[in-house]
């Protein structure tokens, strides 16, 4: 008989303590109904639940769910309770993001991704800078269409940048990982998250800053993915420029004219062989979400034929479904969509009723008159808000891990913490 728990003792005791400390110890504040309270005291039980990972963050988000609609501290009916407990599972953004990620595994399936990689490396492989550059590309064109960037990092990019440094003997386990591998497992990593954060399907927590922000504003402000990309792709491409060349001189590679790397590339694009049926098909539901998803049916003929984001990636999921380049049993397997889903759908929806039961605004309250007893004006609010990145970088686990897989065993150079937030295995 299996006597194991479900649920890490320490980090859940911790993630209780707060939550009761918050209900029955400190006072329901001045501006504050009793009910916003006690659900903040829930929301930040299940955030320390999370960053002590208590349990899978699918996990703790049903029992967010089921807390809220036991609680009923957003409706006082057990049946309004529990519509209002599972109400945010009807967000289209939530909905974008789960079929999206959906979608990427026709990239994984097919090969579509590597075959990219390996394709800007067989133009660009001369030098390992230049290599660096077509592991970045690479990110910077599957960015749009593949929202886990854990996929993409990890399960696209990352094996085509181990097998051309594993190629040139660059191996942590030999000691021979300054070659020309610490440099592009860096570039692997910061591509990450600066294509992260030029599409709204890029990254997971995206379209939980468009809702919260579309929520926060009365819907003032709605951030489309034309909007998005837009006001991201200066700033973004200007990052991607820089900073393989940046870290060329941070972790300059020993190795610096790579001409074998060029007919690697063509080797294992040889083995590939031509582009296959799914491939094409791929690439063309690929083209069309970019072409939905950038409004420019609307732009030609006008609002009345404008495809709201979400249907765009349900249109691109049923034509891969349809030409079966995906089963139904791909999707089911796709279990981080289905977690993604789940855990999201708890955390704007107390996100939302944090909102409605006035707690937010309390709280941008207080920030804000603390900021101005300061008296440093708005110019106060930045340093507190590159303190509130910086500790979230810190502290926060990102769900589900972002990081290519890092293999190799600690060495005394590099500290278990940067391991943990930057991979430097190869």
Same mark, same amino acid.
């Given at each position: 008989?299996?006597?194991?728990?479900?649920?890490?003792?320490?980090?859940?005791?911790?993630?209780?303590?707060?939550?009761?400390?918050?209900?029955?110890?400190?006072?329901?504040? #001045?501006?504050?109904?009793?009910?916003?309270?006690?659900?903040?005291?829930?929301?930040?039980?299940?955030?320390?639940?999370?960053?002590?990972?208590?349990?899978?963050?699918?996990?703790?988000?049903?029992?967010?769910?089921?807390?809220?609609? @036991?609680?009923?501290?957003?409706?006082?009916?057990?049946?309004?309770?529990?519509?209002?407990?599972?109400?945010?599972?009807?967000?289209?953004?939530?909905?974008?993001?789960?079929?999206?990620?959906?979608?990427?595994?026709?990239?994984?399936?097919?090969?579509?991704?590597?075959?990219?990689?390996? @394709?800007?490396?067989?133009?660009?492989?001369?030098?390992?800078?230049?290599?660096?550059?077509?592991?970045?590309?690479?990110?910077?064109?599957?960015?749009?269409?593949?929202?886990?960037?854990?996929?993409?990092?990890?399960?696209?990019?990352?094996?085509?940048?181990?097998?051309?440094?594993?190629?040139?003997?660059?191996?942590?386990?030999?000691?021979?990982?300054?070659?020309?591998?610490?440099?592009?497992?860096?570039?692997?990593?910061?591509?990450?998250?600066?294509?992260?954060?030029?599409?709204?399907?890029?990254?997971?927590?995206?379209?939980?800053?468009? #809702?919260?922000?579309?929520?926060?504003?009365?819907?003032?402000?709605?951030?489309?993915?034309?909007?998005?990309?837009?006001?991201?792709?200066?700033?973004?491409?200007?990052?991607?420029?820089?900073?393989?060349?940046?870290?060329?001189?941070?972790?300059?590679?020993?190795?610096?004219?790579?001409?074998?790397?060029?007919?690697?590339?063509?080797?294992?694009?040889? #083995?590939?062989?031509?582009?296959?049926?799914?491939?094409?098909?791929?690439?063309?539901?690929?083209?069309?979400?970019?072409?939905?998803?950038?409004?420019?049916?609307?732009? @030609? @003929?006008?609002?009345?034929?404008?495809?709201?984001?979400?249907?765009?990636?349900?249109?691109?999921?049923?034509?891969?479904?349809?030409?079966?380049?995906?089963?139904?049993?791909?999707?089911?397997?796709?279990?981080?969509?289905?977690?993604?889903?789940?855990?999201?759908?708890?955390?704007?929806?107390?996100?939302?009723?944090?909102?409605?039961?006035?707690?937010?605004?309390?709280?941008?309250?207080?920030? #804000?008159?603390?900021?101005?007893?300061?008296?440093?004006?708005?110019?106060?609010?930045?340093?507190?808000?590159?303190?509130?990145?910086?500790?979230?970088?810190?502290?926060?686990?990102?769900?589900?891990?972002?990081?290519?897989?890092?293999?190799?065993?600690?060495?005394?150079?590099?500290?278990?913490?940067?391991?943990?937030?930057?991979?430097?295995?190869?």
């Amino acid at each position: 008989m299996d006597k194991k728990i479900g649920f890490k003792p320490i980090s859940t005791a911790v993630a209780v303590a707060l939550a009761l400390l918050i209900w029955f110890v400190i006072p329901v504040p #001045e501006g504050v109904t009793p009910d916003g309270w006690h659900l903040l005291a829930m929301f930040v039980g299940v955030v320390a639940a999370i960053i002590g990972k208590a349990m899978p963050i699918g996990a703790i988000a049903m029992i967010a769910i089921t807390l809220v609609a @036991l609680t009923g501290v957003t409706n006082d009916t057990p049946s309004g309770a529990i519509k209002d407990a599972l109400s945010s599972f009807s967000s289209s953004l939530i909905w974008l993001i789960g079929v999206a990620i959906m979608i990427s595994r026709g990239i994984l399936k097919t090969g579509l991704g590597a075959r990219i990689g390996y @394709l800007f490396i067989a133009v660009w492989g001369k030098k390992t800078l230049g290599i660096g550059y077509s592991l970045a590309l690479s990110e910077l064109l599957l960015a749009p269409v593949t929202p886990s960037n854990t996929a993409r990092g990890g399960g696209i990019i990352h094996p085509v940048m181990k097998a051309i440094a594993s190629s040139y003997d660059s191996d942590p386990e030999k000691g021979t990982q300054n070659r020309m591998g610490k440099y592009l497992s860096l570039v692997n990593y910061h591509s990450n998250p600066i294509t992260s954060a030029m599409f709204i399907t890029a990254t997971a927590p995206n379209p939980l800053v468009v #809702e919260l922000v579309a929520k926060a504003t009365n819907s003032d402000i709605e951030l489309s993915w034309g909007t998005w990309a837009l006001a991201m792709f200066v700033p973004g491409l200007i990052a991607m420029i820089l900073m393989p060349a940046v870290l060329y001189f941070i972790a300059p590679p020993k190795i610096k004219e790579t001409p074998n790397a060029m007919q690697f590339a063509k080797d294992r694009l040889k #083995e590939q062989g031509p582009m296959s049926r799914g491939e094409w098909i791929m690439l063309g539901v690929f083209g069309i979400l970019l072409f939905l998803w950038a409004g420019i049916p609307a732009l @030609l @003929l006008g609002k009345a034929y404008a495809v709201d984001a979400t249907t765009t990636a349900f249109i691109g999921l049923s034509l891969l479904l349809l030409s079966g380049v995906l089963t139904w049993d791909d999707i089911l397997k796709e279990k981080s969509a289905w977690d993604t889903i789940t855990w999201f759908a708890a955390l704007v929806m107390m996100a939302t009723f944090l909102n409605k039961l006035g707690v937010v605004t309390w709280f941008s309250g207080l920030l #804000e008159s603390g900021i101005a007893s300061t008296g440093m004006g708005w110019m106060g609010h930045v340093p507190c808000f590159c303190w509130l990145i910086y500790t979230r970088t810190i502290c926060l686990p990102v769900p589900p891990p972002t990081l290519p897989p890092c293999s190799a065993p600690s060495t005394p150079q590099v500290s278990p913490w940067a391991r943990r937030r930057c991979c430097l295995p190869y």
